[in-house]
């Protein structure tokens, strides 16, 4: 019978960190398209609606990205 690894208590204290902010970057992108997409729906026009969410989209990963790669210098 197996059982479940017990969990590693001094092994990489920054990667624990480091999948939290992953997490949280992801959920938020996740949170963007769902809200976007509902909104789109009540605002009418489709296409005025599909540009305005992947706008908004482009500009948050452009963001995202720009945050991570100024971390690592």
């Known amino acids: 019978m197996r059982t479940a690894p017990e969990p590693m208590s001094g092994a990489a204290p920054g990667a624990?960190?480091?999948n939290r902010k992953?997490?949280?970057?992801?959920l938020s992108i996740a949170i963007v398209f769902f809200v976007g997409i509902?909104?789109?729906k009540f605002m009418g026009g489709g296409v005025t609606g599909?540009?305005?969410?992947g706008t908004?989209?482009?500009?948050?990963l452009v963001v995202a990205i720009g945050r991570n790669l100024r971390s690592k210098r």
């Open 16 to 18: 624990r960190s480091a």
């Open 22 to 26: 992953t997490a949280l970057v992801l």
């Open 38 to 40: 509902i909104s789109t």
């Open 50 to 53: 599909i540009g305005v969410m």
């Open 56 to 60: 908004v989209v482009l500009l948050f």
